[in-house]
């Protein structure tokens, strides 16, 4: 009996990981539906031992479909969350300022604007 117990739980630590893995490439994958692509990112987020860059990406592709439906307050807490993730990644904050350009709050679209800039002279300008 604790042999079968033991095998179990060694069963779960191993094929746990893959999961995690093929739930992170589903995510990236722009080739993949979108519920495909949403429900693999929104596991990726829930998973705690995910590291932040992939979980930033995750909580990224979750803004952009916020913002596609032109739900611009979704999209801007899943930007931040990006941002948190991952923060020397300048692209989640540029992200987050065309959210709040796209809400009409042209003070923070230009805070996060200049935050781009700061953190990064030479990038493109949205």
Partial sequence: MFRV??????????VGPALGASEIET?????A????????CSAVIADAKVP??????????VGDSLA?????????LAFTKAHEADPENVYYINL????????GDDES???DYDLCMKLRPNFPAP
């Fill in 5 to 14: 117990i033991a095998c179990s739980i060694l069963g779960l630590a191993i």
């Fill in 68 to 76: 596609r439906k032109r739900d611009y307050d979704g999209a801007i």
């Fill in 33 to 40: 539906t979108s519920e495909a692509r949403l429900v693999a």
């Fill in 52 to 61: 932040g860059g992939p979980k930033a990406a995750a909580h990224a592709y």
């Fill in 27 to 31: 995510c990236r994958d722009a080739g």
């Fill in 109 to 111: 679209a230009l805070a």
């Fill in 96 to 103: 987050r300022g065309m959210a709040y350009g796209n809400k």
